[in-house]
């Protein structure tokens, strides 16, 4: 069992760095326990990564991918995120980076094991696309070294064999099918968007059919730490950014005009209207998920 110890030379929220990469509260290849549990598709083959953070980071890994997620650790949990540059133009901003200053932008250096449930979560509520994520885990993924409760997403190859039936039971919808397939057909090509990294980073991921502004935006922020890449198109977001900023509701072209000061740093921005725990005001009931499964 591989291990290794890691001290951060700034404040670190591991909690905070590694949340976005949890698709809802029955993700099998994320556990927040004693730490937290991930599991993850390296050049090396599946593994597994606990985190823990004492006075140092402390990190375990199991499977062929051990020593490439050890290796990948720092840069999971921020250490090349450069925020020096950063100016918070609103209050709200400046309140919730005085008060996380742990909160960093981590990247995980993969671009399949992020756009997978990225995908599933294109226009559907979280519900559903959390749903589905677990159901492919489980039945197509595999299980998890050193931790047999977890599973290891499943492959580019795994996606291909799939079939429409199984799709239907998991909840998939053709459109969002069809954008995974053509995605697992190419997905060692779309690699290469970590090392391109911004703008041609996302602009790689948007060559393949269903691939758009949001789901580039949601790749970027988690494959490559990409602090400019806003998810324009998300049904909540322009909502929220608007009434915790301006205190009113804005459309996206609203909210490029209010995040534009940020540039090139908009997206962490946003992750600090995210962590500052303000509740956009409700005014409809909640929309109900679809179950494909049914139809």
Same mark, same amino acid.
């Given at each position: 069992?591989?291990?290794?110890?890691?001290?951060?030379?700034?404040? !670190?929220?591991?909690?905070?760095?590694?949340?976005? !990469?949890?698709?809802?509260? =029955?993700?099998?290849?994320?556990?927040?326990?004693?730490?937290?549990? !991930?599991?993850?598709?390296?050049p090396s083959?599946? =593994?597994?990564?606990?985190?823990?953070?004492?006075?140092? /980071?402390?990190?375990?890994?199991?499977?062929?991918?051990?020593?490439?997620?050890?290796?990948?650790?720092?840069?999971?949990?921020?250490?090349?995120?450069?925020?020096?540059?950063?100016?918070?133009?609103?209050?709200?901003?400046?309140?919730?980076?005085?008060?996380?200053?742990?909160?960093?932008?981590?990247?995980?250096?993969?671009?399949?094991?992020?756009?997978?449930?990225?995908?599933?979560?294109?226009?559907?509520?979280?519900?559903?696309?959390h749903r589905?994520?677990?159901?492919?885990?489980?039945?197509?993924?595999?299980?998890?070294?050193?931790?047999?409760?977890?599973?290891?997403?499943?492959?580019?190859?795994?996606?291909?064999?799939?079939?429409d039936w199984?799709?239907?039971?998991? =909840?998939?919808?053709?459109?969002?099918?069809?954008?995974?397939?053509?995605?697992?057909?190419?997905?060692?090509?779309?690699?290469?968007?970590?090392?391109?990294?911004?703008?041609?980073?996302?602009?790689?991921?948007?060559?393949?059919?269903?691939?758009?502004?949001?789901?580039?935006?949601?790749?970027?922020?988690?494959?490559?730490?990409?602090?400019?890449?806003?998810?324009?198109?998300?049904?909540?977001?322009?909502?929220?950014?608007?009434?915790?900023?301006?205190?009113?509701?804005?459309?996206?072209?609203?909210?490029?005009?209010?995040?534009?000061?940020?540039?090139?740093?908009?997206?962490?921005?946003?992750?600090? /209207?995210?962590?500052? =725990?303000?509740?956009?005001?409700?005014?409809?009931?909640?929309?109900?998920?679809?179950?494909?499964?049914?139809?």
């Amino acid at each position: 069992m591989p291990s290794r110890t890691w001290r951060p030379t700034s404040a !670190l929220d591991v909690g905070a760095v590694l949340g976005p !990469l949890r698709r809802g509260p =029955g993700d099998p290849t994320f556990t927040a326990a004693d730490g937290v549990w !991930l599991t993850a598709r390296t050049p090396s083959g599946p =593994g597994t990564l606990h985190v823990r953070r004492a006075d140092e /980071v402390l990190a375990e890994a199991w499977g062929p991918g051990a020593e490439w997620l050890l290796d990948g650790l720092p840069a999971l949990l921020g250490a090349d995120d450069d925020d020096s540059a950063f100016v918070a133009h609103h209050p709200l901003i400046e309140r919730t980076r005085r008060a996380r200053p742990g909160l960093r932008l981590g990247a995980t250096g993969r671009v399949w094991d992020v756009l997978l449930p990225a995908v599933l979560e294109q226009k559907v509520t979280s519900t559903e696309a959390h749903r589905s994520w677990a159901q492919l885990c489980h039945r197509f993924g595999a299980t998890a070294p050193g931790n047999d409760r977890m599973r290891v997403p499943p492959t580019p190859e795994a996606v291909l064999s799939i079939t429409d039936w199984e799709w239907h039971r998991a =909840g998939v919808d053709g459109a969002r099918r069809r954008t995974l397939i053509a995605a697992a057909r190419v997905a060692h090509r779309l690699e290469a968007a970590v090392g391109l990294k911004g703008e041609a980073g996302r602009a790689l991921l948007r060559k393949v059919p269903g691939i758009g502004v949001w789901t580039a935006a949601e790749v970027a922020q988690r494959a490559w730490a990409d602090p400019d890449a806003v998810s324009f198109g998300d049904f909540h977001l322009a909502a929220l950014v608007g009434f915790a900023l301006l205190g009113k509701r804005i459309d996206d072209a609203g909210m490029a005009e209010e995040l534009a000061v940020y540039a090139p740093q908009r997206h962490r921005a946003v992750r600090y /209207v995210e962590a500052s =725990g303000f509740r956009k005001p409700r005014f409809a009931p909640r929309f109900s998920p679809r179950d494909y499964r049914a139809m």
